[in-house]
């Protein structure tokens, strides 16, 4: 006999995304992402505004879901939504919302790591198959930047993380530095399609272990931009593409040699990208490359999953919601959240 379906309905909204999704048995039925674009004149996410458009957004983004889906809530099982890290004022508007729901409605919460939420989108059901563990996922945002060694959904080990910038940082500075609107990390990939990435030569740190930092890159660049500029005021203009194709190598690099060493290490067979940066279409093909010269299977998920979105959030919902994992009004919208781990023996 067939189990019930599991409907989960998340509520993502720990940044500048207000994201609701839904999903029966891992396979998405609705994924609906508002994007704020009130932060782009100020050049960064000002949470105070994000915030506050997550209160204006939350309902209708709920309504495009469940009407997309077509359900309604009494058909839900399970409320999903991220619990932390992010911004602290943005986070609570979602864990309110959600706690609210779950008590109108009489419904479990399950409360949910947003980068876990990234490295699970990898399980989300579609047309291709899941990794096997041990799974590597190299997991690149705004935020965060780390390795992440899986033997089971949540049997995961942070290996190595930035101990400054994140990768999506080291972008959107750099695109900042050379007068780009936020988020500059899409703009970079844009231009560098038509540039030489080997024009200019940037440094690759040297940070022990499976760690990162990206902060002296980020020096380096902004002394190498302010000497041209002072040559030549219209330096940037003129090089535009040859140098977000050069910056974005040495990212891309510094990514990807790390992570192989890692992998080579733990003697990984499948290998994943996640986070916002995973849609960087230089670091895709990268990755990609890297699978072949080792023989490894590459998953990186669809650009939907990859940037911030709810359905990472109902996929991490189901999956806790299955093993019992569910939550409870006493939990509080945490900015420093750690992972939900448990060991598989
Ligand atoms: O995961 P995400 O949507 O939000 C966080 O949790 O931070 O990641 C956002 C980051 C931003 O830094 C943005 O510039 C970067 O992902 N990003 C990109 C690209 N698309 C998004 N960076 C480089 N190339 C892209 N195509
Ligand atoms: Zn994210």
Redesign the pocket.
Known sequence: MKANPIVILAIES??D?TAVAVMCDGKILANIVTTQQIHEKYGGVVPELASRAHQQNIVPVMHEALKIAEISLKDIDAIAYTQGPGLLGSLLVGASFAKGLSLALNKPLVNVH?MQG?ILSHFIVGENKAPQFPFLCLTV????TQIVLLKDYFDMTIIGETLDD?A??A??KSAKILGLPY????L??KYAKEGNPLKFNFPTPRIPNYDFSFSGLKTAFLNFINKEQQKNTTFIQENLNDICASIQYRIVIILIDKFEKAAKEHHINHIGLA???A???A?RTAFEQLAIKNKWTAFIPPFEF???NAAMIAMVGYLKYKIGKVGNQAQVANARMEFDVYKSS
């Open positions: 720990s940044c995304d947003h990234h945002s705004g935020g965060h994140a999506g940082e972008f959107d988020p500059g990390g899409p970079i990939d986070g916002g940066v849609a960087n279409s670091l990859c940037t911030d």
